[in-house]
Nanobody, 115 residues
Framework: QVQLVESGGGLVQPGGSLRLTCAAS????????MGWYRQAPGKERELVAR???????NYADSVKGRFTISRDGAKNTVYLQMNSLEPEDTASYYC?????????WGQGTQVTVSS
């Protein structure tokens, strides 16, 4: 069984930075990718960033150049470094692990960017 726990969210001013962490426990079989999604009030959940088992990454156009996704060598932890944060980045951020037959999701961590 796989459990995902996110941390690192909070309240920051525009232009500030946060680093989100997703720690996975349990054995993961058929791992394809790990990533981050976010959902703001009244909007659909969207992909923010993703990294595959081979190390390939992709990002939403809105965060390119500002956010960076990475993982540890054991592939049990994934990070999202968020710089130059904007009010539009305010959302609940969810860790995702994609396996052969489906997905695992974390409980979410809130990021609020406001002055």
């Amino acid at each position: 069984q796989v459990q995902l726990v996110e941390s690192g969210g909070g309240l920051v001013q525009p232009g500030g930075s946060l680093r989100l962490t997703c720690a996975a426990s349990g054995s993961i079989f058929g791992l394809n990718a790990m990533g981050w999604y976010r959902q703001a009030p009244g909007k659909e959940r969207e992909l923010v960033a993703r990294i595959t088992g081979g190390g390939a990454t992709n990002y939403a156009d809105s965060v390119k150049g500002r956010f960076t996704i990475s993982r540890d060598g054991a592939k049990n932890t994934v990070y999202l470094q968020m710089n130059s944060l904007e009010p539009e980045d305010t959302a609940s951020y969810y860790c995702n692990v994609r396996v052969t037959w489906g997905n695992y999701w974390g409980q979410g961590t809130q990021v609020t960017v406001s002055s």
